[in-house]
């Protein structure tokens, strides 16, 4: 039996340094979240080659980074999501299998595996250009009943509410417990009214946001108030707040805030799906909110440290206290 399973986009990140005049070049507003077509990602990279600009390739998606790092950590994880078939999907899937995941593929005849251009601006703030391709949509019928039986807890990318919401229903209706992460704040904002549907209907045992994520879920400034709408869609909610640290709170009335470690900023990519991994590994382990929420902090400390949503690797922790 699996003790975790991922269901997510399958992305390769594409990762590039740029000045904000570029980002006003192609009308994007730092920090934002834009879904493209094949063409115009390809318009995107022929601007980024005529400035020269090195562009850095690793594969990525948020469910399979955490999947990827929890393994490294020593959870027993698996991961299923839609590429297409070609060099791109299987290499991607290749690569989660020789990281110590489990992989459970969908193949798409018709689109190519999809992409995420992460451009970084000289305040290590991210803006994502997304071509979706085989990711586009998941098809409900694609999801395996018994692959969902099978596994003691289902991981879930928000990202699946788009164009796969029959999908999504049929996970959180099959699956035995489900850990849900809220996605970019733009796409709540579109599906809001359908995530919390599903989430009052079947609540996830643990509902992680940041707090851009938290605010467009719940409509509220406040971290308490965003912790306590959060909660009424879910037994357990962990609300990141960037460079100072994670607050959560149970259903029971328990919390904790675990300040952020100070860290020399390289790439912020992935600092959340690193968090969620570490958290997830220790919390299963032995249920303590205190101990799993300090693995996630060094866990995402870790990564920011090097390029790469996935650049962790577990002997940095003992650099790290």
Not at 259 to 273: E, H, N, Y
Request: proline share 2%; net charge negative; charged share 25%.
């Amino acid at each position: 039996m699996n003790k975790i399973l991922g269901f997510g986009q399958v992305l390769w990140d594409l990762t590039v340094f740029v000045d904000f005049q570029f980002l006003r070049d192609i009308n994007m507003e730092a920090g934002g979240h834009r879904v493209v077509d094949f063409e115009t990602l390809n318009a995107i990279f022929d601007k980024l080659v005529k400035k020269d600009k090195a562009i850095v390739k690793n594969s990525g998606g948020s469910c399979a980074n955490v999947m990827s790092n929890m393994a490294k950590l020593g959870s027993q994880t698996a991961f299923c999501g839609k590429h297409g078939d070609d060099a791109d999907g299987w290499k991607y899937m290749n690569i989660l299998s020789n990281e110590g995941v489990k992989t459970h593929s969908i193949v798409d005849k018709e689109n190519s595996t999809g992409q995420l251009l992460s451009l970084i601006t000289p305040d290590k703030d991210r803006t994502f250009i997304v071509y979706r391709g085989a990711s586009e949509e998941l098809p409900a019928d694609l999801v395996d009943k018994e692959l969902l039986h099978m596994s003691d807890v289902i991981h879930v990318e928000g990202y699946l509410i788009t164009n796969s919401e029959e999908a999504l229903w049929k996970i959180f209706e099959e699956a035995n417990k489900i850990t849900f992460d809220l996605a970019a704040y733009a796409v709540i904002e579109d599906t809001r009214p359908v995530l919390q549907k599903i989430m009052n209907k079947h609540p996830p045992m643990i509902l992680f946001s940041n707090i851009n994520e938290g605010k467009a879920f719940t409509q509220k400034e406040n971290p308490e108030d965003i912790l306590d709408i959060m909660l009424q869609y879910s037994e357990f909610a962990v609300l990141t707040l960037g460079e100072k640290g994670v607050m959560l709170k149970k259903a029971n009335g328990e919390q904790h805030f675990e300040p952020a470690i100070k860290t020399k900023l390289v790439d912020t990519t992935g600092a959340g799906d690193s968090f969620s991994a570490g958290f997830l590994h220790e919390f299963f382990k032995n249920c303590d909110i205190k101990k799993a929420s300090n693995l996630g902090v060094r866990t995402a400390s870790a990564t920011i440290r090097k390029l790469g949503a996935r650049s962790f690797h577990p002997r940095q922790l003992d650099e790290i206290t």
